[in-house]
């Protein structure tokens, strides 16, 4: 198995045997990360196939100053961002501001969930509560830097993540089996 950097200077080279490597050892992470922000998907698989497009176009800007998979992560994120903004779902968002008097106010922990009903609750979410979840909570983005990458205000962004989580919660909710033993 090639390491990085010797990957890294095959695809700078245009080696194809290197581009293929490396898009199998990423591929799958990378199509994780655009289903998160991609509901479709077959728009998902697009915006994968756009991500490494740009990987490869500009792989001589990767300059080892942070892991390759977080690089490539980052295009993938910044390319489905891209993607959602072509079709302007941020347009109809309300600032927090707006709503604070009727956000959730409970900080409760969800509990632990399976991966899989979890990413299906979050992308059944409004298209922006979905995008900005998922910067916040799984990305580790903060507000203002969300709110720089959508175009949007910093407090739409927290308005955005707390009427996620709130439906979040809501959902989990509903979903819980109906307890018949009060014994306890």
């Known amino acids: 198995m090639l390491d990085e ?6 695809c700078r080279n245009q080696d194809r045997a ?4 490396l898009y199998e050892r990423f591929a799958g992470k990378l199509f994780a990360v655009c289903k998160r922000y991609v509901k479709d998907p077959d728009e998902a698989a697009d915006v994968l196939q756009d991500s490494f497009v740009k990987v490869f176009r500009h792989m001589d800007q990767f300059r080892f100053e942070c892991p390759l998979e977080a690089w490539l992560k980052r295009i993938a994120i910044n390319t489905a961002l891209k ?3 072509k079709n302007k779902p941020f347009e109809h968002m309300t600032d927090v501001d707006e ?5 959730p ?6 509990p632990t969930l399976n991966y899989q009903y979890l990413l299906q609750l979050v992308q059944d979410l409004p298209t922006g509560c979905q995008t900005v979840f998922n910067l916040y909570a ?4 903060t507000h203002p830097e969300i709110a720089a990458l959508l175009g949007i205000s910093e407090g739409t962004s927290k308005s955005q993540f707390f009427r996620a989580r709130g439906l979040l919660q809501q959902k989990l ?9 009060y014994s306890q």
């Open 5 to 10: 950097r010797t990957l890294v200077d095959g």
């Open 18 to 21: 290197a581009q293929r490597l």
């Open 83 to 85: 993607h959602l903004r």
């Open 99 to 103: 709503v604070a008097n009727f956000l």
């Open 105 to 110: 106010q409970n900080a409760d922990v969800l």
């Open 138 to 141: 799984i990305e580790g983005y």
């Open 173 to 181: 909710l509903d979903d819980q089996p109906i307890r018949t033993d």
